[in-house]
């Protein structure tokens, strides 16, 4: 049986590319530094990684449950590094969840 990476050419690149530019906004960079993870496995995960860091901004300036702005409300979306991998969940935040 084939493996799906030997089906397809793969650009990594593009990955490449796609976390740099996402590192040319500071906040971003920051935020992604502080999770102590390689960048080659960072860069696999650009896209999920900026609406976490989004997520995570949104909750600096939310006051209350009904003013927040994340996907699902009360909760905001993070990154779990696990063995060279990195898992999302939503956590709920505890200012907001006992109001």
């Known amino acids: 049986m084939k ?3 030997d089906m397809y050419e793969f650009d990594n690149n593009k990955l490449i590319h796609s976390f740099q530019d996402a590192c ?13 993870i ?6 696999k995960f650009t896209s999920s990684l900026q ?21 699902v409300k ?3 979306y993070t ?3 696990d063995s060279g991998s990195i898992n ?3 956590e709920a935040r505890p ?5």
């Open 38 to 43: 390689k960048e080659d496995i960072l860069m």
């Open 51 to 71: 609406e976490a860091y989004k997520e995570c901004e949104n909750c600096k300036k939310c006051k209350d449950l009904k003013d927040c702005l994340n996907e």
């Open 88 to 90: 999302f969940s939503s």
């Open 79 to 81: 990154p779990i590094y």
């Open 24 to 36: 040319s906004d500071k906040g971003f960079k920051d935020y992604v530094d502080s999770l102590n």
């Open 74 to 76: 009360g909760y905001v």
């Open 3 to 5: 493996k799906v990476a």
């Open 95 to 99: 200012k907001l969840q006992n109001k």
